[in-house]
C-alpha cells in the first residue's frame, strides 16, 4: 500500500472522522473501491447496450449461437 498525502476541506474530514471508525484510511479506500466499482458498472452497462444496438455485433453474435454446441439459444 502506497501512502500519500491529500488535503480535505474541513467538513469532510468532520464527515470522515464521524463515519471512518478511528481508521481514515480503510474508510477512504472503502469508499474510492465502491465509487470506482459503480463507475466500471456503469461503464459495462453503457458498453453492453451499445453492443444490443449494433446490427452487425447482433449478426456476429448470431453466427456464434448457431455454432456454440451447447443447445441453448441466447436470443430466444
Known amino acids: ?7 480535505l476541506e474541513e467538513d469532510i474530514l468532520q464527515f470522515v472522522d464521524r463515519y471512518a471508525q478511528g481508521n481514515r484510511s480503510a474508510y477512504i479506500n ?8 459503480q463507475i466500471l458498472a456503469a461503464k459495462m452497462i453503457t458498453a453492453l447496450k ?4 449494433d446490427a452487425e455485433y447482433k449478426a456476429e453474435n448470431g453466427a456464434w449461437d448457431s455454432v456454440a454446441g ?5 436470443r430466444e
Open 1 to 7: 500500500m502506497l501512502k500519500v498525502t491529500i488535503s
Open 70 to 74: 451447447d443447445g441453448i439459444n441466447a
Open 50 to 53: 451499445q453492443d444490443a444496438e
Open 30 to 37: 472503502t469508499l474510492l473501491a465502491e465509487h470506482r466499482r
